[in-house]
């Protein structure tokens, strides 16, 4: 199967993310770019395999495994004998370069996939999407990039969003839910899952890339920022329902987590 799609951009050229390029082949030819090709590429490989160079670098991209290339980046591909199913995917968007930064794709890049169903059936749907409606289906393909780029970071980090949760973390946060107006320490999280605080400090890192202590602050301002939209508690009051130790400290962290102060957020 072969097919591509350059959709003539319009009213998506307002979208913060957007396709501008999508396609796949059953047999990808040989490529070579230059500093001219001024698009970022998303490749992933579903059979077959072909070979990346770049930098003097050559990697085999089998079944399984995708590479990214940064905008005005030289390389060349080419298959490997006679099948390298290749699909491939350009982004755009006035906020195109911050969320691949953010995902890991700064630099040339090849990585392997838990699994390519889902990249797949989100791919189908850009497809299907570009293929008919010439009017506005790239708006929705381009809705549909954003699901795909989470799903792609998924795949890549071996994220299992299906796994069922770790039963000392659920512990953990049943806790937190239950008692963050209240002084939580680490020794608590210990004694509710009978771990040590370096297990426990792992186990927050590895599901929920933040620390505990910070996971707990975070859900503090959680809740303040719900009593800040929806009652007219103080300032000080809020703060010392949601458990900060002082409401000048509370201002502190929510500066720092939401990058406005409290009085602001409850303005907005």
């Known amino acids: 199967m072969f097919f591509s799609h350059y959709p003539i951009i319009t009213h998506e050229s307002r979208l913060p993310l957007y396709l501008i390029s999508l396609g796949m082949h059953d047999c990808q030819p040989p490529v070579r770019r230059s500093t001219e090709y001024g698009f970022p590429q998303i490749f992933y490989c579903t059979k077959g395999r072909g070979m990346l160079s770049y930098d003097g670098i050559k990697t085999e991209i089998k079944a399984g495994m995708g590479f990214f290339m940064p905008a005005s980046y030289p390389h060349e591909y080419h298959p490997v004998g006679n099948i390298w199913d290749n699909h491939w995917l350009i982004p755009g968007g006035y906020a195109c370069d911050r969320l691949l930064s953010d995902t890991g794709f700064a630099a040339p890049l090849s990585f392997t996939l838990d699994s390519t169903a889902q990249l797949d059936k989100l791919f189908m749907n850009m ?95 959680q ?12 300032i000080e009051d809020i703060a010392d329902k949601t458990g900060f130790c002082s409401s000048s400290y509370f201002c502190k962290l929510f500066k720092r987590y939401e990058d406005i102060t409290p009085t602001q957020f409850r303005n907005v």
């Open 127 to 221: 497809h299907a999407a570009l293929q008919r409606d010439h009017l506005y289906g790239n708006m929705k393909a381009s809705g549909i990039l954003y699901e795909f780029m989470i799903e792609l970071d998924r795949a890549i980090n071996h994220l299992n969003s299906s796994a069922v949760p770790n039963p000392a973390l659920k512990k953990c946060l049943k806790l937190i839910d239950s008692s963050y107006s209240a002084r939580i320490t680490m020794e608590d999280l210990c004694a509710v899952t009978g771990m040590s605080k370096q297990h426990i400090c792992r186990l927050f890192q590895g599901s929920l890339n933040t620390r505990p202590m910070e996971y707990i602050a975070k859900r503090r301002i």
């Open 223 to 234: 809740a303040a920022k719900e009593l800040l939209s929806g009652t007219k508690m103080t």
